[in-house]
């Protein structure tokens, strides 16, 4: 079955610190996104990529940065984490001729 | 510009009660919405999506939502509420024109099931 993977699932990391949040997908899909959720609030996107070399901000402003460099893989960088990065990304992805899409299992980060 | 309204941040339910969670959209243009569940520390799983064909869409696990165009609506309900439907739902809203793709959610209801 077809499938999108993020790892770590948890990640506890100290103030300072540059993280990468990985996110692949096995199904060929080209649109991306990476969705932040703070507990018990809405996603909020961050960034998105409609393809290979292309990526995007999302509606909400973030210190994070992406890159796509291939069509299966679309990870997330924090440069210097800060407490306030604490929370939930979501990775997800879509083909071009479907909507709706199918997200991985988030990375629960918290930044100490 | 589109947004989505999710009435209630929590809704609580006997098992075997129907399940009505409540979504309202804004859009300027024809929308296609969708409702996801997530479960605890889980991501989100697609239930059901309008995309402008039948306007009684169903779902999996037996829900089923109503869109209603004077209403602004997509409402979700189930018949019988089952334990395992405790979780958190998303409704959301696309445009089908332009190319992103992209979806915004609602604020989220928390469904509660009482044994």
């Known amino acids: 079955e077809a499938d999108i993977y993020q790892t770590p699932r948890y990640l506890v990391i100290g103030t300072g610190k540059k993280i990468t949040l990985e996110c692949s997908q096995t199904m060929g899909h080209d649109k991306m996104y990476w969705y932040q959720q703070d507990p018990g609030m809405e996603l909020h996107l961050i960034h998105y990529s409609y393809g290979v070399n292309s990526t995007e901000k999302g509606d909400l402003s973030s210190e994070s940065t992406v890159s796509r460099i291939r069509t299966e893989h679309f990870p997330l960088t924090l440069e210097s984490a800060r407490p306030s990065h604490t929370s939930q990304y979501l990775c997800?992805?879509?083909?071009?001729?479907?909507?709706?899409?199918?997200f991985g299992s988030g990375t629960r980060l918290t930044v100490v | 510009a589109q947004s989505v309204t999710q009435l209630g941040s929590h809704v609580s339910v006997s098992e075997g009660a129907l399940v009505l969670l409540r979504c309202n959209y804004s859009s300027s243009v024809p929308p296609y919405l969708f409702w996801y569940v997530q479960y605890p520390n889980q991501g989100l799983q697609l239930l059901l999506k309008?995309?402008?064909?039948?306007?009684l869409v169903k779902g999996i696990n037996g829900f089923e939502a109503e869109f209603k165009k004077s209403e602004t609506s997509f409402h979700l309900t189930k018949p019988s509420a089952h334990m395992s439907d405790a979780a958190e739902y998303f409704c959301?809203?696309?445009?089908?024109?332009?190319?992103?793709?992209?979806?915004?959610f609602g604020q989220g209801t928390t469904l509660q099931v009482k044994p």
């Open positions: 959301a809203v696309s445009s089908p024109s332009g190319n992103t793709g992209k979806l915004i």
């Open positions: 309008y995309t402008s064909a039948a306007t």
């Open positions: 997800a992805s879509k083909p071009d001729n479907l909507y709706g899409y199918t």
